[in-house]
T-cell receptor, first 114, second 112 residues
């Protein structure tokens, strides 16, 4: 689906350390998204991008920043990881804005903050 | 985007039709109904979406009531591989609101 890869797939880190997750897509989709998934909360949007260098906040953006310098890459950074950021992180892409805004999801990154 | 209500879990016998309900009583006229599913540990997968007419594709059918306050996703011949969490999402598709808001969904278990 849309050739989406996420790296790393698993990461264990310590509180206070910076962490960067990478999402890479090969379909030239304009829109990219970062979600986190926690038990009892479903998926919640962290940040999204509607073009190179164009990003906006989602519902749970505190403690996260993003960057998109190329169409194919969308980076999520935890400046100083906390245990509350232990989660599974999903990247998604969408081709364009339209009523058929099907989002394609990557395989996820499992992050554990000790 | 309008709020949706789904039952937390459902069972369905293999080979039977699985009917997953969703209530979206506060939906507005320009909001679409989307369905996604998530098979264990994988990323969500798009299934189908619609505005007011019933829709069908190779995966499922979507039935939206005439008043649009509820909908039903139908998997016509459920298989064990359809065991997943199913999310009903309502959203308006205007610029600046491309994002999807996922609730907690319905956990569908297909029984052999």
């Amino acid at each position: 689906d849309a050739g989406i890869t996420q790296s790393p797939r698993h990461k264990v880190t310590e509180t206070g350390t910076p962490v960067t997750l990478r999402c890479h897509q090969t379909e030239n989709h304009r829109y990219m998204y970062w979600y986190r998934q926690d038990p009892g909360h479903g998926l919640r949007l962290i940040h999204y991008s509607y073009g190179v260098k164009d990003t906006d906040k989602g519902e749970v953006s505190d403690g996260y920043s993003v960057s998109r310098s190329k169409t194919e890459d969308f980076l999520l950074t935890l400046e100083s990881a906390t245990s509350s950021q232990t989660s599974v992180y999903f990247c998604a892409t969408a081709k364009s804005f339209s009523s058929y805004n099907e989002q394609f999801f990557g395989p996820g990154t499992r992050l554990t903050v000790l | 985007d309008a709020k949706t209500t789904q039952p937390p879990s459902m069972d369905c016998a293999e080979g039977r039709a699985a009917n997953l309900p969703c209530n979206h009583s506060t939906i507005s006229g320009n909001e679409y109904v989307y369905w996604y599913r998530q098979i264990h540990s994988q990323g969500p997968q798009y299934i189908i979406h619609g505005l007011k007419n019933n829709e069908t594709n190779e995966m499922a059918s979507l039935i939206i009531t005439e008043d649009r306050k509820s909908s039903t996703l139908i998997l016509p011949h459920a298989t064990l591989r359809d065991t997943a969490v199913y999310y009903c999402i309502v959203r308006v598709t205007n610029f600046g609101n491309e994002k999807l808001t996922f609730g907690t969904g319905t956990r569908l278990t297909i029984i052999p």
